[in-house]
């Protein structure tokens, strides 16, 4: 048997998917991508809903370029999901987390478990789009009414590749009915909601096998079969949390992309009253390990600009964002009056000026505002999970897609006070090909997959810049705002 072995990451993220195949030997770890399609939603009459059919067949033509595979795993955003009734068949396109049907749903949730004891009991953080409240908001809906069967975005793909259903853990702890004690659903909690959780199929780990593709799709793409599908950590934040490159050091993460998702990895969950206050998220990671982070908005926030400007060189506006005085104008990054598309330098020029800063107007002072508030975002969240959970970082790992974004990465390091290691920029899928490999028997431990990572990646890194009295007073002045 060859001692390198190949593997398939599908890895769908809110904008775009792709494929990856990675090689993984010994002492080696190689990643490609072999086809990148458009991740669109779709505004119809009912509201925003996903092009799932749209991904799935980029899904096919991925594994179709792929060539010969060990295995093939599938990670994505988190939270949403498709229905199916009794014969399998799809029950329409999913609902996209950022349509407006859950408004107003959570305090009909916390009239009958109040916000206190729904975080006492699941750890998670308060987001409107919570799969908890999506359900909610779905309650008695021809759709919810007529579903057998409820599969969360990658174990809905998992089931057209394999016709095996399955509920991955790391992505199922984020539907906010999961016990993060347990690991397992919090059947309490859901009955008082009326929750039927035997829509949810049976639970997988990261590693556990998810069934063989199907005689059809090997016809599609050409592939040899067998050829197996493997559970990995199907939510993305939990695949790129896998593939931090820490060496042992006490570490904090910042996974960034859309969302920027920033905390510690734990062994058990925080689940005090101040940690709900702070809303940070107890989400469950590989081999009994907890991903406490708080999620920030994110280059969202620069995405949407970049749309509303019609896509300018992004390497020029950061060289002239730069040269911006800094902290001049900063926004709540986490404040989910950004979550909606459109209008977004109107909306952070508004935001400005109602807390009394000035607004930023050129493209390059509006870029500094988003990015001098994302790296404040992060200080506070990495300032907070180590004060919340008592454990200490003496350095912060970036990854994901703004580890490219040195000026990010560098007023990050300033923000923190830490160094920052930034890279690898594609996390998610090298975590998502280490856990195929692992339970292949090609890598060991989590600590063995990070080893390899740290030799094999290239990684950047940044010393903080001053002291960080001037980010307090920012964050001061935010907050005072």
Same mark, same amino acid.
């Given at each position: ?102 408004? !107003? ?7 009958? $478990? ?64 999961? /016990? ?54 199907? #939510?993305?934040?939990?695949?790129? $949390? ?45 081999? !009994?390990? $907890? ?43 986490? /404040? ?60 912060? #790992? ?22 920052? +290691?930034? !890279? ?8 998502? +090909? ?5 339970? #292949? ?39 005072? !705002?």
């Amino acid at each position: 048997m060859s001692a390198v072995r190949s593997y398939a990451a599908v890895d769908l993220g809110a904008s775009s998917g792709r494929v990856m195949v990675g090689r993984v030997g010994p002492d080696s770890l190689e990643l490609a991508e072999v086809h990148r399609f458009p991740n669109r939603p779709v505004r119809v009459p009912e509201g925003l809903r996903w092009d799932v059919l749209g991904l799935y067949a980029g899904v096919l033509d991925g594994l179709k370029g792929a060539g010969a595979v060990d295995s093939v795993g599938i990670d994505s955003w988190a939270v949403d999901y498709g229905l199916l009734d009794a014969d399998g068949a799809l029950l329409g396109n999913p609902v996209h987390y950022r349509d407006g049907r859950t408004d !107003g749903i959570a305090e009909r949730v916390w009239a009958k $478990v109040p916000a206190e004891e729904l975080y006492a009991t699941t750890g998670l953080q308060y987001a409107p789009f919570n799969t908890l409240y999506q359900l909610t908001a779905a309650r008695d809906s021809a759709q919810l009414e007529r579903a057998a069967r409820l599969l969360l975005i990658p174990d809905l793909l998992t089931y057209w590749l394999t016709g095996e259903q399955g509920t991955e853990l790391t992505n199922a702890s984020t539907t906010q009915l999961v /016990d993060p004690r347990t690991r397992d659903w919090a059947h309490g909690l859901a009955e008082r909601l009326g929750i039927d959780l035997s829509l949810f199929a049976p639970l997988r780990r990261p590693g556990d096998a998810a069934g063989v593709l199907r005689p059809e799709v090997l016809e599609e793409t050409g592939l040899a079969g067998p050829v197996p599908v493997t559970a990995v950590g199907s #939510h993305d934040t939990a695949s790129a $949390v896998a593939a931090v490159p820490a060496g042992g050091e006490r570490f904090a993460y910042i996974c960034t992309g859309t969302w920027s998702l920033a905390g510690l990895e734990l062994e058990a969950p925080v689940l005090t009253e101040e940690s709900r206050a702070a809303n940070f998220t107890n989400e469950l990671g590989l081999d !009994g390990t $907890v991903r406490y982070l708080r999620n920030i908005m994110g280059l969202w926030l620069l995405q949407e600009c970049l749309r509303a400007w019609g896509q300018p060189d992004l390497g020029a506006l950061l060289l002239d964002a730069g040269k911006v005085p800094a902290l001049r104008s900063v926004v709540d990054a986490g /404040d989910t009056a950004f979550l909606a598309p459109g209008r977004m330098p109107e909306r952070i020029a508004e935001a400005c000026r109602a807390s009394g800063q000035p607004a930023p107007a050129t493209p390059a002072e509006i870029t500094r505002c988003i990015l001098d508030s994302l790296a404040l975002a992060h200080r506070k969240a990495v300032t907070d999970a180590q004060r919340l959970a008592g454990q200490p970082a003496d350095v912060v #790992h970036i990854v994901g897609g703004g580890s490219r974004n040195a000026l990010l990465c560098q007023l990050t390091s300033d923000a923190c006070g830490l160094p920052v +290691v930034s !890279g690898p920029t594609e996390a998610a899928a090298l975590g998502n +090909v280490l856990v195929q490999a692992r339970a #292949h028997g090609l890598v060991g431990d989590l600590a063995g997959m990070r080893r390899l990572l740290t030799r094999t990646q290239l990684l950047t890194r940044y010393e903080p810049r001053g002291g960080t009295q001037r980010w307090q007073a920012a964050q001061a002045r935010l907050a005072r !705002g």
